[in-house]
């Protein structure tokens, strides 16, 4: 593209945010009457590049996103002790959206034989951008209605730090070994079919994904018994040779939870991480706390010749922060 390159650069970003940038940085703290110091701190934290007091890189959609904040902090919803992590949370999310999103843009340009950059990315940016973000708040607000949903459901859960829930990994088994024999389309395709297979499930059974970490996925779920149904169904289709869902391994604890930022943490989520590594290929390794819950529902379901599952005891787990982690093997009563 040559010289026309900076033009084509700022056509699309004005395109992209609305308006041609016109401001600097320091006019834009001016404007929304915030520190100049706050808000390059916050810039920083959503992974914005850096820029010096004198470029015009701002709009005035900048003015109003930092007055916002402000008032966001203002009225508690992003109080200090967490304001950081949050808003590097949202820079995190946005940033890997935004690239993908990109990414699609130019390789739909491609794919209709236009250039990958320049006017025609700019003509398919507006046809579809619209789109995109209308589908975007879409999205949101619906997670947002079913978290709200979930939250209301226990009351308890509006101001405890700490949630009762069941976490389950689900590990391929093999992974570096089959990534070596896939090209890069084949291992993308491969391990969306995994993700998205295992989400479908998790969702189906009133869980809630946490993340997908390449070759694992985490989820969690207040019934133990239903993370147990997930982790049997998707060990037992990669037991089946004639089923392209991958082979994998499964751990579950059932315990106290600390939720953060859409993450989760404490000894109940990392107890689970131990139980998977442990696990054999085709299995699924449960803790005391899934034990014990799913012992006193057979109880109370009518006792163990009534049981879908069958519970076989293995060796403790020696690993760091635990003593002899105890561990059960839980198959499908079906299976035998």
Sequence with gaps: MGEAAPEVSRTLGALLLGEVPSLTRVEVAERAGVPLDLAVTLWHQLGFPHRADDDVAFAESDVEALRLS??????????PESQAALVRTWGRSFARLAEWQTTLLAGRAAADGGPTTGAGLTELANDVLPRVEALQSYVWRRHLASAAEHLLEDASTLTAAESQLAVCFVDIVGYTTRSRSLDGAELVQ????????????????????????????????????????????????????ADPFPAVRAGIAHGSVVRRLGDVFGSTVNAASRLTSAARPGSVLVDAGVHRALSEQDERDGGDDEAPWRFRRARRISAKGFDHLEAWRVRSRSAD
Excluded: C, M, N, Y
């Excluded at 402000?70 to 109080?79: M, S």
């Excluded at 970490?213 to 989820?219: A, N, P």
């Design 70 to 79: 402000a008032e966001l902090v203002q009225i508690g919803i992003l109080p």
């Design 190 to 241: 491969w391990v969306d079919g995994f993700e998205h297979d295992t989400t479908a499930l998790v969702v189906d059974h009133g869980g809630q994904v946490i993340k997908t970490i390449g070759d694992e996925v985490l989820f969690t779920v207040a019934d133990p018994a239903a993370a147990v149904e997930v982790a049997l169904e998707v060990t037992s289709r990669g037991a089946d040779e």
